[in-house]
Protein backbone atom coordinates (compact mmCIF):
# COMPACT_ATOMS: atom_id res chain seq x y z
CA UNK A 1 0.00 0.00 0.00
CA UNK A 2 1.38 2.98 -0.93
CA UNK A 3 2.04 5.68 2.05
CA UNK A 4 1.25 8.90 1.58
CA UNK A 5 3.08 11.86 3.92
CA UNK A 6 -0.19 13.26 4.55
CA UNK A 7 -3.28 12.31 2.65
CA UNK A 8 -3.99 11.68 -0.31
CA UNK A 9 -4.16 13.58 -3.72
CA UNK A 10 -7.36 13.46 -5.79
CA UNK A 11 -5.62 13.06 -8.82
CA UNK A 12 -2.60 11.44 -8.10
CA UNK A 13 -1.53 8.73 -10.71
CA UNK A 14 -0.80 5.54 -8.82
CA UNK A 15 -0.32 2.36 -10.43
CA UNK A 16 -3.19 1.00 -8.99
CA UNK A 17 -6.31 2.60 -7.70
CA UNK A 18 -7.61 -0.53 -5.75
CA UNK A 19 -4.61 0.57 -2.84
CA UNK A 20 -5.31 4.53 -1.98
CA UNK A 21 -2.55 6.03 -0.24
CA UNK A 22 -3.26 6.51 3.34
CA UNK A 23 -1.68 9.22 5.86
CA UNK A 24 2.21 8.75 7.46
CA UNK A 25 1.98 7.30 10.83
CA UNK A 26 3.72 10.18 12.16
CA UNK A 27 0.92 12.47 10.93
CA UNK A 28 -1.45 11.22 13.35
CA UNK A 29 1.25 10.92 15.87
CA UNK A 30 1.82 14.79 15.27
CA UNK A 31 -2.32 15.77 16.22
CA UNK A 32 -2.24 13.67 19.20
CA UNK A 33 0.66 15.59 20.49
CA UNK A 34 -0.99 18.80 19.67
CA UNK A 35 -4.45 17.69 20.75
CA UNK A 36 -2.58 16.88 24.48
CA UNK A 37 -0.80 19.95 24.58
CA UNK A 38 -4.16 21.97 24.07
CA UNK A 39 -5.78 19.76 27.01
CA UNK A 40 -2.35 20.74 29.00
CA UNK A 41 -3.86 24.66 28.65
CA UNK A 42 -7.07 23.84 29.37
CA UNK A 43 -6.48 22.29 32.54
CA UNK A 44 -3.55 24.81 33.71
CA UNK A 45 -0.68 21.66 33.54
CA UNK A 46 2.48 23.17 34.43
CA UNK A 47 4.43 25.09 32.51
CA UNK A 48 7.51 21.87 32.29
CA UNK A 49 4.73 19.57 31.52
CA UNK A 50 3.68 21.73 28.46
CA UNK A 51 7.47 21.82 28.05
CA UNK A 52 7.07 17.83 27.69
CA UNK A 53 5.14 18.08 25.51
CA UNK A 54 6.58 20.43 23.38
CA UNK A 55 9.47 18.04 23.05
CA UNK A 56 7.26 15.00 21.96
CA UNK A 57 5.28 17.62 19.11
CA UNK A 58 8.97 18.31 18.34
CA UNK A 59 10.14 15.74 17.21
CA UNK A 60 7.54 14.16 15.36
CA UNK A 61 8.08 17.47 13.54
CA UNK A 62 11.99 16.72 12.94
CA UNK A 63 10.76 12.89 11.90
CA UNK A 64 8.39 14.41 9.17
CA UNK A 65 11.44 16.38 7.91
CA UNK A 66 13.67 13.67 7.73
CA UNK A 67 10.99 12.09 5.42
CA UNK A 68 12.37 12.12 1.43
CA UNK A 69 8.98 13.02 0.48
CA UNK A 70 8.37 15.57 2.65
CA UNK A 71 11.67 17.12 1.83
CA UNK A 72 10.66 16.95 -1.68
CA UNK A 73 7.36 18.59 -1.72
CA UNK A 74 8.98 21.16 0.52
CA UNK A 75 12.14 22.05 -1.44
CA UNK A 76 9.63 22.44 -4.70
CA UNK A 77 7.67 24.96 -3.48
CA UNK A 78 10.53 26.75 -1.79
CA UNK A 79 10.19 30.15 -3.18
CA UNK A 80 6.97 30.46 -1.88
CA UNK A 81 5.93 33.15 0.43
CA UNK A 82 5.44 30.44 3.70
CA UNK A 83 9.32 29.50 3.72
CA UNK A 84 9.85 33.27 5.05
CA UNK A 85 7.96 33.50 7.45
CA UNK A 86 8.22 29.73 9.41
CA UNK A 87 12.08 31.36 9.32
CA UNK A 88 10.89 34.76 10.89
CA UNK A 89 8.89 32.94 13.11
CA UNK A 90 11.77 30.71 14.18
CA UNK A 91 13.71 33.48 15.04
CA UNK A 92 10.99 35.08 16.84
CA UNK A 93 10.97 32.02 19.26
CA UNK A 94 14.33 31.55 19.49
CA UNK A 95 14.67 35.49 20.77
CA UNK A 96 11.72 34.60 23.12
CA UNK A 97 13.49 31.85 24.56
CA UNK A 98 16.58 34.02 24.78
CA UNK A 99 14.62 36.34 26.94
CA UNK A 100 13.10 33.65 29.16
CA UNK A 101 16.69 32.67 29.42
CA UNK A 102 18.05 35.86 30.75
CA UNK A 103 14.61 36.58 32.84
CA UNK A 104 15.58 33.28 34.93
CA UNK A 105 19.20 34.12 35.29
CA UNK A 106 18.95 37.02 36.80
CA UNK A 107 16.36 36.14 38.95
CA UNK A 108 18.25 33.17 40.28
CA UNK A 109 20.98 35.14 40.62
CA UNK A 110 19.06 37.44 43.13
CA UNK A 111 17.28 34.23 44.64
CA UNK A 112 20.91 32.79 45.42
CA UNK A 113 21.91 36.10 46.90
CA UNK A 114 19.03 37.08 49.30
CA UNK A 115 18.93 33.22 50.70
CA UNK A 116 22.42 33.90 51.18
CA UNK A 117 21.36 36.96 53.10
CA UNK A 118 18.75 35.14 55.30
CA UNK A 119 21.20 32.51 56.62
CA UNK A 120 23.31 35.29 58.34
CA UNK A 121 20.64 37.11 59.69
CA UNK A 122 22.80 38.77 62.60
CA UNK A 123 23.56 41.31 59.74
CA UNK A 124 21.09 42.85 60.92
CA UNK A 125 17.29 44.35 59.17
CA UNK A 126 18.44 47.38 57.95
CA UNK A 127 21.21 45.14 55.61
CA UNK A 128 18.49 42.33 54.99
CA UNK A 129 15.75 45.35 54.05
CA UNK A 130 18.59 46.64 51.41
CA UNK A 131 18.64 43.52 50.28
CA UNK A 132 14.90 42.92 49.67
CA UNK A 133 14.57 46.14 48.07
CA UNK A 134 17.77 44.93 45.52
CA UNK A 135 15.29 42.04 44.79
CA UNK A 136 12.05 43.65 44.48
CA UNK A 137 13.71 46.32 42.12
CA UNK A 138 15.95 43.34 39.96
CA UNK A 139 11.79 41.68 39.59
CA UNK A 140 11.04 45.11 38.21
CA UNK A 141 13.44 45.19 35.44
CA UNK A 142 12.64 41.71 34.81
CA UNK A 143 8.89 42.55 34.13
CA UNK A 144 9.81 45.10 32.20
CA UNK A 145 12.09 42.81 29.76
CA UNK A 146 9.61 40.02 30.17
CA UNK A 147 6.36 43.05 28.91
CA UNK A 148 8.37 43.80 25.57
CA UNK A 149 9.15 40.17 24.59
CA UNK A 150 5.66 39.69 24.99
CA UNK A 151 5.03 42.47 23.13
CA UNK A 152 6.75 41.27 20.60
CA UNK A 153 5.24 37.68 20.87
CA UNK A 154 1.64 39.24 20.53
CA UNK A 155 3.01 41.46 17.64
CA UNK A 156 3.96 37.95 16.15
CA UNK A 157 0.74 36.41 17.28
CA UNK A 158 -1.09 39.37 14.85
CA UNK A 159 0.55 38.65 11.79
CA UNK A 160 -0.35 34.93 11.91
CA UNK A 161 -3.18 35.30 8.62
CA UNK A 162 -0.34 33.35 6.92
CA UNK A 163 0.15 33.92 3.03
CA UNK A 164 -2.01 31.52 1.14
CA UNK A 165 -0.39 28.27 -0.12
CA UNK A 166 -0.55 26.64 -3.39
CA UNK A 167 -2.61 23.59 -3.19
CA UNK A 168 -1.33 22.29 -6.09
CA UNK A 169 0.75 19.74 -4.23
CA UNK A 170 0.68 18.23 -0.69
CA UNK A 171 3.35 21.00 0.58
CA UNK A 172 0.56 22.89 2.12
CA UNK A 173 -0.22 19.66 4.64
CA UNK A 174 3.24 19.53 6.09
CA UNK A 175 3.95 23.62 6.05
CA UNK A 176 0.74 24.28 8.03
CA UNK A 177 2.07 21.06 10.74
CA UNK A 178 4.59 23.48 10.49
CA UNK A 179 2.68 26.92 11.31
CA UNK A 180 0.80 24.63 13.74
CA UNK A 181 3.61 24.03 15.62
CA UNK A 182 5.20 27.76 15.58
CA UNK A 183 1.97 28.51 17.04
CA UNK A 184 1.64 26.29 20.22
CA UNK A 185 5.21 26.70 20.69
CA UNK A 186 4.46 30.45 20.89
CA UNK A 187 1.69 30.41 23.25
CA UNK A 188 3.59 27.53 25.43
CA UNK A 189 6.59 30.64 25.52
CA UNK A 190 3.54 33.52 26.35
CA UNK A 191 2.03 30.91 29.38
CA UNK A 192 6.22 30.91 30.42
CA UNK A 193 6.52 34.88 30.32
CA UNK A 194 3.96 35.49 31.99
CA UNK A 195 3.86 32.58 34.66
CA UNK A 196 7.64 34.74 35.66
CA UNK A 197 6.18 37.99 35.41
CA UNK A 198 3.03 37.73 37.38
CA UNK A 199 0.43 37.66 34.53
CA UNK A 200 -0.48 33.92 34.13
CA UNK A 201 -3.94 34.22 33.21
CA UNK A 202 -3.84 37.79 30.47
CA UNK A 203 -3.02 35.63 27.29
CA UNK A 204 -4.68 32.09 27.97
CA UNK A 205 -7.75 32.71 25.83
CA UNK A 206 -6.57 35.09 23.35
CA UNK A 207 -3.19 32.88 22.71
CA UNK A 208 -5.44 29.32 22.50
CA UNK A 209 -8.41 30.81 20.34
CA UNK A 210 -5.23 31.48 17.95
CA UNK A 211 -4.33 27.98 17.88
CA UNK A 212 -7.73 26.74 18.25
CA UNK A 213 -9.01 28.64 15.06
CA UNK A 214 -5.23 27.92 13.01
CA UNK A 215 -6.22 24.27 13.24
CA UNK A 216 -10.24 23.90 12.99
CA UNK A 217 -10.82 22.81 16.49
CA UNK A 218 -13.44 24.10 18.77
CA UNK A 219 -12.95 22.59 22.08
CA UNK A 220 -10.74 24.91 23.45
CA UNK A 221 -12.35 26.83 27.09
CA UNK A 222 -11.50 28.88 29.51
CA UNK A 223 -12.52 26.88 32.42
CA UNK A 224 -9.95 27.55 35.04
CA UNK A 225 -10.48 30.97 36.70
CA UNK A 226 -8.10 31.80 38.98
CA UNK A 227 -4.95 29.49 39.19
CA UNK A 228 -2.53 30.07 42.27
CA UNK A 229 0.17 32.76 42.43
CA UNK A 230 3.01 31.39 40.75
CA UNK A 231 6.70 30.83 42.88
CA UNK A 232 7.60 34.31 41.46
CA UNK A 233 4.72 35.86 42.72
CA UNK A 234 4.93 34.22 45.76
CA UNK A 235 8.13 35.22 46.51
CA UNK A 236 7.09 38.78 45.81
CA UNK A 237 4.51 38.74 48.29
CA UNK A 238 6.52 37.37 51.09
CA UNK A 239 9.20 39.71 50.77
CA UNK A 240 6.71 42.35 50.49
CA UNK A 241 5.43 41.08 53.95
CA UNK A 242 8.38 41.18 55.58
CA UNK A 243 9.66 44.13 54.44
CA UNK A 244 6.41 45.95 55.92
CA UNK A 245 6.82 44.31 59.24
CA UNK A 246 9.20 43.66 62.20
CA UNK A 247 11.73 40.83 60.67
CA UNK A 248 11.03 38.00 63.46
CA UNK A 249 11.90 34.28 62.68
CA UNK A 250 8.64 33.30 61.61
CA UNK A 251 8.55 35.86 58.53
CA UNK A 252 12.49 34.55 57.66
CA UNK A 253 11.48 31.20 57.66
CA UNK A 254 8.75 31.84 55.66
CA UNK A 255 10.75 33.57 53.10
CA UNK A 256 13.48 31.41 53.13
CA UNK A 257 10.87 28.40 52.57
CA UNK A 258 9.39 30.03 49.10
CA UNK A 259 12.64 31.02 47.93
CA UNK A 260 13.63 27.58 47.68
CA UNK A 261 10.46 26.70 45.82
CA UNK A 262 11.26 29.01 43.59
CA UNK A 263 15.19 28.27 42.85
CA UNK A 264 13.63 24.65 42.39
CA UNK A 265 10.89 25.68 39.85
CA UNK A 266 13.31 27.82 37.97
CA UNK A 267 15.99 24.82 37.76
CA UNK A 268 13.38 22.91 36.08
CA UNK A 269 12.26 25.87 33.84
CA UNK A 270 15.60 26.57 32.61
CA UNK A 271 16.32 22.89 31.62
CA UNK A 272 13.02 23.00 29.68
CA UNK A 273 14.03 26.54 28.25
CA UNK A 274 17.00 25.21 27.11
CA UNK A 275 15.95 21.76 25.72
CA UNK A 276 13.63 23.77 23.70
CA UNK A 277 15.99 26.47 22.40
CA UNK A 278 17.52 22.92 20.82
CA UNK A 279 14.77 21.83 19.33
CA UNK A 280 13.84 24.89 17.57
CA UNK A 281 17.37 25.67 16.61
CA UNK A 282 17.25 21.58 15.02
CA UNK A 283 14.12 22.39 13.07
CA UNK A 284 14.92 25.30 11.77
CA UNK A 285 19.07 23.93 10.47
CA UNK A 286 16.41 21.09 9.27
CA UNK A 287 14.14 23.11 7.20
CA UNK A 288 17.02 25.69 6.16
CA UNK A 289 18.84 22.72 4.46
CA UNK A 290 15.73 21.92 2.53
CA UNK A 291 14.85 24.86 1.28
CA UNK A 292 18.72 25.27 0.18
CA UNK A 293 18.19 22.15 -1.56
CA UNK A 294 21.24 20.59 0.93
CA UNK A 295 19.50 17.01 0.87
CA UNK A 296 20.14 13.55 -1.16
CA UNK A 297 19.07 13.67 -4.64
CA UNK A 298 16.20 10.85 -4.21
CA UNK A 299 13.93 12.03 -7.33
Not at 1 to 24: D, E, F, G
Not at 56 to 70: G, K, M
Not at 156 to 172: G, I, Q, R, V
Request: include cysteine; aromatic fraction near 4%; hydrophobic fraction near 35%.
Amino acid sequence: MAVSVLKPKANYHARSISLPSRPHPLVPQFDEQLCKLQASEATSSSISRKFSGLKDLHDCVDNLLFLPLTQQMLARTRHEKWADELLEGSLSLLDACGAAKEALLQTKDHVTELQSSLRRIRGGECRISTKIEKYLASRKRVIKAIHKTLKNLKGMNNKCSFSPLNTDSEAPSIVSKLREMEMVTLTVLESLLSSISGSTMRSKARSWSLVSKLIHHRQVGCEDEAAGLTDFEKVDSALNTLKSKSINPVHVENVQNELGKLDSSIQDLEEGVELLSRRLMKTRVSLLNILNHLIPNTM
